[in-house]
């Protein structure tokens, strides 16, 4: 692979940041401009983003959109000035704030403005915002604090007037110092950040205009990161083009569907009540297993035409639409990229009465709900395919993922690392337990994860 390709890929699975058009062209003359300022080969490039996270971090930021501005969409600061009035009433304690993606400052800005102008400076003092994001030189104007005209475009007269010097019309400078004190800023990406947060840490997250940006992978991890870091009674603000997680962990208030709150326990129950229950599906046997889908491997999907597998047979299980051509495992998995997950797991359970010591039929199930963010199942599942299969190293991978999902920091790195050295025992061209992913594929993909961890 080219010094330029690697640099890339490594962009792309770190930061998530997806590959818009021109693409390419930005990557390189971003790799080349980087280059050229430090006077390295291309090579040297590349290897320096291996090894060291913040060239890495730098590259990143060259590549992303920072557009923003003040009060960006005021209905969001009304809601969290009287969501913290509400918190700081109650409790003894604070508020905690996340603006995730914060470009130059304006947003967590406008955030701490709208709580100091509704609750005065003791209120301000109260207050912790954390602004962050992968761009060097947005972070350095945040900290700045100083913003042209551009930035102020649809703010009210009397917020210039109350919190910034200068002339706006030119160049205005934020001086009030409780405004600027409980804010700080930091320089990382927003998965490795929210890695950081202890669960149920959080009153605020503010993602807005960042998803559009961001693969759809990375952003499932992202949201069921923010679901475990958010307070069940926070919130969650996104911008009105940015996808949305799914409702089995927020779900978007009534009134303005760019605010969701946490689905709690009990509205999850009431959902899960609502679907039709499965009717018992005959037994079959686990032999039907078929290879793991492309899409749930962490590397490079294969053609079908390479596929080491026999081809796989239709199926018909009572209640379930058959899916032609595909094995059981298959077409849960079919199913489930189709959303249609309880039909998905009730195969899966199929094959887990069918065999109930089955690794394999675990790892479907464990894949199935981290699939849809159902991390404790998830997890559960992986942890007992990890028991019944000691020695899979795709296995384990997943079942450290779906640790990683839930925050269990040091559990996720003890897995890795077991992944590791099941992987180094082997040779690196040979096959994995699903027959088509080769140990080197898995090994680069388990360095990747230990390196953004350890
Ligand atoms: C369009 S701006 C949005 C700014 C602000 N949230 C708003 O809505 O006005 C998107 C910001 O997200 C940042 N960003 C994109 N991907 C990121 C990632 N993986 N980690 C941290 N920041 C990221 C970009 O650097 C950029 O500054």
């Not at 929210?194 to 840490?201: C, L, N, T, V």
């Not at 679901?227 to 409702?247: A, M």
Request: charged share 25%; hydrophobic share 35%.
């Amino acid at each position: 692979m080219s010094p330029f390709s690697q640099i890339r890929n490594r962009i792309s699975q770190v930061f998530g940041l997806t590959e818009r058009a021109n693409w390419n062209d930005e990557v390189r003359s971003a790799v080349e401009g980087l280059a050229e300022e430090r006077r390295w080969t291309l090579e040297e490039t590349a290897l320096r983003c291996r090894q060291d996270s913040s060239v890495l971090l730098d590259l990143a930021g060259r590549l992303t959109v920072g557009e923003t501005h003040f009060f960006r969409h005021p209905v969001h600061f009304e809601e969290i000035a009287k969501l913290v009035q509400t918190r700081l009433a109650n409790f003894s304690r604070g508020a905690a704030l996340w603006s995730a993606g914060c470009a130059s400052g304006e947003e967590p800005y406008s955030i701490a403005m709208a709580i100091e102008s509704q609750l005065g400076e003791p209120g301000i003092r109260r207050i912790s915002i954390t602004g962050t994001d992968i761009n060097t030189g947005a972070l350095q104007k945040a900290r700045r604090a100083y913003y042209s005209a551009w930035s102020f475009r649809g703010t009210a007269p009397w917020v210039i007037s109350r919190y910034f010097e200068g002339d706006s019309s030119r160049g205005s400078h934020l001086r009030d110092p409780a405004v600027r004190g409980s804010v700080s800023f930091e320089l990382q990406g927003i998965e490795q950040r929210a890695a950081g947060f202890p669960a149920k840490s959080l009153d605020v997250i503010m993602f807005r205009n960042v998803a559009i940006y961001l693969r759809a992978d990375t952003l499932a991890r992202i949201y069921a990161a923010f679901r475990r870091i958010l307070t069940d009674d926070g919130l969650l603000f996104l911008g009105p083009s940015d996808p949305r997680p799914t409702p089995d962990l927020f779900q978007p208030d009534k009134a303005e569907n760019t605010i969701l709150r946490p689905t709690t326990a009990d509205v999850e129950k009431h959902r899960r009540f609502s679907y039709p229950s499965p009717k018992p599906a005959p037994r079959r046997q686990v032999s039907e297993l078929g290879p793991t889908d492309a899409r749930s491997r962490p590397s490079r999907p294969k053609q079908s035409h390479q596929s080491k597998h026999p081809p796989p047979r239709a199926m018909a299980i009572p209640n379930v639409p058959p899916v032609p051509g595909a094995t059981l495992a298959e077409a849960a998995r079919k199913l489930g990229d189709r959303g249609e997950l309880e039909q998905a797991l009730s195969i899966a359970n199929t094959l887990i009465d069918a065999e109930p010591g089955s690794a394999a039929a675990y790892l479907l199930r464990g894949q199935l709900l981290l699939g849809a963010s159902r991390l404790e199942g998830a997890t559960q599942d992986l942890r007992r395919a990890t028991f019944l299969g000691p020695d899979q190293p795709l296995t384990r991978y997943w079942y450290a993922t779906a640790l990683h999902g839930g925050g269990s920091h040091r559990a996720t790195v003890a897995q890795l690392q077991e992944t590791k050295r099941l992987l180094e025992d082997r040779s690196p061209n040979s096959l994995l337990e699903d027959g088509e992913t080769p140990v080197s594929e898995l090994l680069g993909a388990v360095m990747l994860m230990l390196e953004t961890l350890v």
